[in-house]
């Protein structure tokens, strides 16, 4: 569908018998991998969103998120490479060890930031940049454009069930964030006449918030998609959108106290995925990775298939041109 892609793809499905609980057995689809550089879950969500800014003419990228979210690092990375003036309007966050990081990274990379105090002005203040030749991507990058990524997604991995690289999982478990990634994924699944079943992982609040977002995503992505679902009665958009919402179950029991706050039950995922070789980070994918164990401890499933969402590339090179510290206008954001 993309002429010319930002990543590498497809990204393979691995067989993680070292992760194994109970009798399940885990699998996991390696988006750490769609790019050398700057993998994880952006890569897709930003692949279509690019593409249309470019294509309406737009020189200018306005998005929003927290001072140390991948979303604003990724935006940058990948719409300064296209050839985008990159703002966004950055909101506080809890300080985690690789948000520093993240925002100094963003910084280097020719970010313009604009810091806000809350989430609510934080959007005000993005919606006031928006205008002549400019393109908005919403708070982590979900928007329909972001969900196309992930329908993309969802058929890679249907290729690789039917050519027999996996067999068909009997639950896929996703982090939800806000959303894009667990809804194209349920959306292109049951257009590609897969019968499984999703378990989004709520990492940030309100879940109520989160929860509408997923839902309005499907509604509104479900038009676009329908035309290539494989079974005839979900070519009515209607009925895929139904179809994908049946399919996908929201969890908030691994939030804890809010998005970017840790919790011991993500903190020991981490903790044992190290032990086989596989990092994760206490915000998004720990949380999620606990879920998946407690899904396979719990024995009513066989194959679960995890979706890997945090880029393994090596972080230093993108710090190459960071500054040495905040600005303390950007540093106050982190509390
Ligand atoms: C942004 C992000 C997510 C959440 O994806 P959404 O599409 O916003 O739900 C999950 N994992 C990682 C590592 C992320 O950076």
Redesign the pocket.
């Known amino acids: 569908m993309i002429s010319d892609p930002l990543g590498t793809y497809p990204t393979p499905v691995e067989r993680w018998p070292h992760l194994d609980r109970g009798r399940a057995s885990l699998w996991i689809k390696r988006d750490d991998l769609t790019h050398p550089e700057y993998g994880?879950?952006?890569v897709r969500?930003l692949e279509h969103a690019l593409a249309v800014a470019k294509k309406r003419g737009a020189n200018r990228i306005v998005t929003v998120g927290a001072v140390g979210?991948?979303?604003v690092l990724a935006t940058t990375f990948f719409g300064r490479r296209a050839g985008f003036e990159v703002e966004a309007v950055l909101v506080p966050q809890p300080t985690t060890p690789t948000a520093e990081a993240i925002a100094r990274a963003a910084l280097g990379l020719g970010l313009r930031p604009h810091p806000a105090s809350t989430m609510a002005t934080g959007f005000l203040r993005t919606l006031a940049r928006a205008g002549e030749g400019t393109y908005v991507i919403p708070v982590?990058?979900?928007n329909v454009e972001?969900v196309l990524g992930y329908v993309d997604a969802a058929h890679e991995l249907a290729a690789q069930i039917r050519s027999g690289r996996m067999p068909t999982p009997d639950l896929v478990v996703v982090?939800?964030?806000?959303?894009?990634?667990?809804a194209g994924i349920a959306l292109g699944l049951a257009a590609a006449g897969i019968d499984t079943r999703v378990l989004g992982v709520a990492v940030s609040d309100p879940a109520i918030v989160v929860r509408g977002l997923v839902t309005w995503l499907i509604v509104q992505s479900s038009a676009l998609v329908a035309s290539t679902s494989r079974t005839f009665r979900l070519r009515s958009p209607s009925a895929l959108a139904d179809a994908a919402q049946a399919m996908l179950t929201c969890t908030t029991d691994f939030m804890g106290k809010g998005y970017a706050h840790p919790t011991s039950e993500g903190d020991e995922a981490v903790r044992i995925a190290a032990g086989a070789g596989l990092t994760l980070?206490p915000t998004?994918?720990g949380k999620t990775f606990a879920a998946a164990l407690a899904a396979m401890a719990q024995g009513d499933v066989g194959n679960v298939l995890y979706w890997h969402?945090?880029s393994s590339a090596p972080f230093e090179p993108l710090l190459v041109d960071a500054p040495a510290a905040l600005p303390p206008e950007i540093a106050r954001l982190l509390r």
Request: aromatic letters at 4%.
């Open positions: 994880g879950n952006k969500k979210s991948h979303h982590g990058g979900s972001g982090t939800l964030g806000s959303g894009g990634t667990a980070d998004y994918t969402t945090l």
